[in-house]
């Protein structure tokens, strides 16, 4: 089934080099050109459009505008701004609607690699519901603790950058959040960074200082009839996870880069339940109640309650958020490549429950098939010995590799 995809953009001109630059795509794709929001939001009402692109400063309705409409009436949409301007407030206003944000001139690649993502992430999740509730996430939820620490710090008279971006890679919600704004270009700089720290100190303590008291890209955790430690547990266990990831990616002597992401791959591998938390609190306790009352691992009572397991969730969110797309790439990695990363955050996530003193042996373990999974899950698909040069492309891809670890 083609992918429908329309763009929206005052300038005919721009419209025509899209016309001409994505020409090769017309056998895949059914693409839409509308010159103005109001005649896009009347196409939306007629054809099942699955991404949208818009320019951000248009006559009348602008981009951001457009976008936070699209959100509210067609969720499921993928939203993507494609601009050449650069006014922080214009950004700032785009950080609520969009997912991702290209920099104009766009080559064809990055924009086709980008649409295109979204097929791959189509295999997620089947049902438009389930797409849709993730889809609208902008934040998620953060440890009320952490919450009131980076408030509390950028709200006093000398904060810290160090300090903020420390309290930021502690928590989940807050890392998942200012890694999508680092990694696209909303403010210009669009680059490969999987440290929170980094990502601080690139955007700087003025435009952080804005997102989080005035556009309020962070939120604090509500339990809603949740256990009231369970934030407290999800915390420490994907600290503990991302802690044992690195440490895997480290003793295998792996490039820096790839220990950096592997930390980032298991502290964000529950992201999903974040979502499921956020947006189905009574379904949460639903499957709480069959997992006491059958025994069975938490994933199957998810999907059974809910549809998907937090995994798919997590997974889609943080492709929709364009996580670690130079790692990626458009299509994903390789199988082979797949069960190296698989595998890592496979052995962490059961390292970390286990309390094991020997990762890498716990690592070899996991690929050679002779360990059962200490968290519980499907058996990554490839088992396989390690050698020389392996261990250096685990971990290349966070949001496949979530997924694809809990089975």
């Known amino acids: 089934m083609a992918l429908e995809v329309l763009f929206v953009d005052h300038d005919p001109n721009v419209l025509r080099a899209l016309r001409r630059m994505l020409r090769p795509m017309r056998m895949e794709w059914t693409m839409h050109f509308c010159s103005e929001a109001r005649e896009a939001m009347e196409l939306l009402a ?5 991404v949208v692109v818009s320019d951000m400063r248009m006559p009348g ?7 936070l409409e699209v959100r509210k009436r067609h969720p499921d949409i993928i939203r993507i701004a494609l601009s050449g301007y650069s006014e922080q407030d214009l950004v700032l206003r785009a950080v609520r609607a969009a997912h991702q944000y290209l920099a104009k001139p766009c080559d064809a690649e990055k924009l086709r690699s980008t649409i295109e993502r979204v097929k791959t992430l189509r295999t997620l999740l089947d049902e438009k519901p389930l797409r849709a509730l993730v889809s609208s996430v902008d934040t998620l939820p953060s440890l009320p603790a952490l919450y009131q620490k980076i408030m509390e710090e950028l709200e006093s008279e000398d904060p810290s950058i160090k300090r903020v971006g420390e309290i930021i890679a502690r928590d989940v919600a807050m890392t998942a959040k200012i890694l999508q704004l680092v990694n696209s270009a909303f403010f210009g700089l669009s680059r490969h960074v999987s440290s929170p720290e980094q990502a601080v100190v690139l955007l700087g303590l003025n435009i ?4 989080v008291i005035s556009t309020q890209i962070f939120t604090e955790f509500q339990a809603r009839g949740l256990p009231p430690d369970r934030m407290d547990r999800l915390w420490t266990h994907s600290l503990n996870t991302a802690v044992c990831a690195k440490t895997v990616a480290q003793q295998a002597g ?3 880069i790839i220990v950096d992401d592997a930390f980032m791959a298991g502290m964000l591998h529950d992201v999903g339940k974040l979502v499921l938390w956020q947006a189905l609190p009574d379904q949460v306790a639903e499957v709480d109640q069959r997992c006491e009352a059958t025994g069975e691992q938490e994933w199957k009572s ?24 130079q790692h990626c790439g458009g299509r994903g990695l390789s199988p082979f490549s797949r069960s190296l990363s698989t595998s890592g955050v496979h052995c962490a996530d059961g390292g970390a429950r286990g309390g094991r003193a020997d990762l890498r042996d716990s690592w070899r373990a996991a690929l050679s098939g002779t360990e059962p999974g200490g968290c519980g899950l499907p058996r990554p698909v490839a088992m396989l010995e390690p050698s020389q040069g392996m261990e250096k ?4 891809c966070p949001w496949r590799t979530i997924r694809r670890c809990h089975g």
């Open 46 to 50: 007629q054809e099942a459009v699955d």
């Open 61 to 67: 309705i602008d981009g951001a505008q457009f976008l």
């Open 208 to 211: 952080i200082k804005t997102l």
């Open 254 to 256: 792996a490039d820096p």
């Open 302 to 325: 998810e999907h059974a309650q809910v549809g998907t397991t937090h995994a798919e969730l997590g997974a889609y969110l943080l492709g929709v958020w364009g996580a670690s797309r």
């Open 393 to 396: 492309r685990m971990l290349r």
